[in-house]
């Protein structure tokens, strides 16, 4: 018959416990961008006629850029009656339209122009951009391994220091497993490829703006717990 495990260990047997840290910096691998397109009218018809003219040059503009723009995405879409303030009547002013668009990409050599192009179009705004990996990026994992490794480390110096051992590893503990992953971020070369082809027109595309990605930290932590030999005292 087995004996119940001792929860703070024994003297021939003392618990160890230690906690393991690791932050990275590493490159983002995409980069997201807000767009909202906007339209307003007398005429609800004509104020959707411009709202899905307008949201389809922007789309068209994503395809562009082919593989770059790895994901464009429609969200919510409104249009709603602006009334008049003076009066008990219900007159409509105008009608305002909107429709937001989240853009990622995955070539940062491409994004300054993107985001110019798109800020460049009408009634049209444009927000970001915003830098991170993706959920199964190879930092997070590498991070956790550092933060196990420092562990062990950590926790073979303090037995060092009592002219002992480590004999077992008892319990290793993620810190944090309900909270989101930092993003990370990093510096890329700025946009040396050839323009795409303007959208709706003749008229050359601005100037890319000049974007330098802030760095940013991937962090993981441990607990763990080791038995050791009997110290030397």
Do not use: C
Request: aromatic residues 6%; hydrophobic residues 40%.
């Amino acid at each position: 018959m087995t004996e119940p495990a001792q929860p703070y260990g024994t003297p021939d047997q003392p618990r160890l416990a230690v906690r393991g840290e690791a932050r990275l910096e590493v490159d983002p691998e995409i980069a997201r961008l807000s767009i909202t397109v906007t339209a307003r009218g007398k005429d609800r018809r004509a104020a959707l006629e411009d709202l899905t003219r307008r949201n389809a040059t922007v789309l068209e503009l994503a395809r562009t850029y082919g593989d770059a723009v790895e994901k464009i995405e429609t969200g919510a879409l409104s249009i709603h009656p602006e009334l008049v303030q003076r009066g008990r009547d219900e007159r409509i002013r105008a009608y305002h339209g909107r429709v937001y668009i989240t853009a990622v990409l995955n070539d940062f050599t491409a994004l300054g122009e993107f985001v110019t192009r798109v800020g460049d179009l009408d009634m049209t705004h444009v927000s970001g951009p915003w830098w991170a990996l993706r959920p199964t990026s190879p930092a997070h994992g590498e991070a956790r391994r550092q933060a196990v490794r420092e562990a062990v480390q950590r926790a073979r110096e303090y037995a060092g220091a009592l002219g002992a051992e480590l004999a077992a590893l008892v319990e290793l503990a993620d810190i944090g497993a309900e909270n989101a992953a930092p993003v990370a971020y990093a510096r890329r070369a700025g946009y040396g490829g050839a323009a795409p082809a303007p959208v709706g027109g003749s008229a050359p595309p601005p100037p890319p703006v000049d974007l330098e990605p802030q760095q940013q930290t991937v962090y993981a932590q441990v607990n763990a717990r080791f038995t050791m030999t009997p110290p030397k005292l």
